[in-house]
């Protein structure tokens, strides 16, 4: 983000009847004009507009008085806020927010560059993973279910004893946390059973529509407004996806369990973007709620995993047979499969454990708090970049010797310039045109 200048000019802050229908307050940055309008339609509260060409535009409230003070401000621009007192506090605040802009900018990459790599290894570890666990994957799936439930919890009430967690985040409405619980359950269900169906090279192709959907969800229910290379960039990371995981599978893989179970695939990714989107929804409801403050991670955690957790007990005969498991024998299934977890001896065929489920364990809930917490600082679409670009580079790490697996794979033909769209398209998603360019193009 570019430097804020401190050129700041205008009129009185108050409006009074009779005044014109609006009053300007004209802010600069290196050549890019904002400007502060006050409508007359809203004296009671008069709101702040800055608007830049070709840019993104910021709505800030302000109450103010007959003196012309302003008893709060807040700047918004890609999670950048400020509150100030008065119109020299504005010209400060953006001044500070145009500051720590670079620093949320670092931030993003940062964590996206964690959400990567922890999407890498929960990706090769999930597989190492089913080396001892080939008999028991419904076990390890339900483990990362329940389990997590406690494992949040336990965080949650030691960042509560801490201070990190308030009794003002305890008492947000809950029936956000149940409606993301029920996408998740909806969506991992739909998933499971369609994944039992389609080819492995047909679900890669279609969990692009995951990115489809969450650019959809956002432009509806956040309001977002995506340019021309955003939009063409995020194609681009689908294409190369598509091609450098399935060029090696045969054209009609797709096709060959029926469009039925690839529509039921597709609309499990449905119910995992909205899951993500309304994700982003609580955490700019809380910022509100709790006056500029953000929630902590592990509520939004704790409670979308305890309700996830509800919906998936109502749904263990379902989710059971589809994995070949009697309901009834749900409770002998889940015994020998916490044993063959442990490795206790008497289960055979388990080398490799507890190591390898423990090390997935670990690096799963890592993968799940730094995807979250990317969501947090950035958005939706975000995350999901970040988590899409792990999947050609698991791809090329299963093609070395890997402990445990056997012969390593051989790479996809297309897998180099799939590759290089895949990063083709981040590099477009992330460009944004320079001011000049975006001036003179209105």
Known sequence: MAVWSRQ???GSIGTQA????????????????FQRVISPWRRRRPEIVLRAAATRQWAVEAPAGASGKFREVRIRKRRCSCAVGDLQGVEDSVESCGKSGGNRRAEVLVAATATVIL???????????????????????QLATFGYVIVYSSILF?????????NEMLSLPKTPFLAVGLLEALGAASGMAAGAILSGAAIP??????????????????????????????????????????????AGSIMEAGIFWSLLMIVSFLFQAADTVLKEIIFLDAARKLKGGTVDLFVV???????????????????????????????????????????????????????????FVIVNMGFNISLLHL??????????????FSVPIAVFIFTLPLPY???????????????????????????TPSLHMAKAST
């Open 8 to 10: 700041i000019t205008g």
């Open 18 to 33: 009779g005044s014109e229908t609006s009053r300007h307050l004209h802010l600069r940055r290196q050549g890019a004009e």
């Open 119 to 141: 999407g890498v290894g929960n990706r090769v570890l999930y597989k190492l993973a089913l080396v001892p666990l080939k008999q028991y994957p419904f076990f390890l799936a």
């Open 158 to 166: 030691l960042r509560y004893h801490a201070g990190k967690v308030t």
């Open 205 to 250: 192709v279609l969990s692009q529509s995951f990115l489809v959907w969450q650019l959809l969800l956002s432009y509806i229910f956040l309001g977002r407004r995506y340019s021309f290379n955003q939009l063409f960039g995020c194609f681009l990371v689908a294409m190369g996806v598509i091609i450098t995981v399935a060029s090696g599978s045969s």
């Open 301 to 359: 955690n704790t409670f979308g995993s305890a309700f996830q957790a509800v919906f998936i007990s109502l749904l263990l005969p379902f989710l059971s047979k589809l994995w070949g498991i009697p309901f009834f024998q749900l409770p002998t299934y889940v015994k020998d499969g916490a044993a063959c977890f442990l490795n206790l001896g008497t289960i055979q065929g388990c080398d490799g454990a507890p190591l390898l489920p423990l090390l």
């Open 375 to 388: 969501l947090k600082i950035s958005s939706a679409v975000v995350s999901c970049l970040a988590s899409t």
């Open 405 to 431: 697996l056997g012969v390593a794979s051989s790479l996809p033909p297309g897998f180099i310039v799939g590759a290089a769209i895949l990063v083709l398209g981040m590099l477009i998603y992330a460009w």
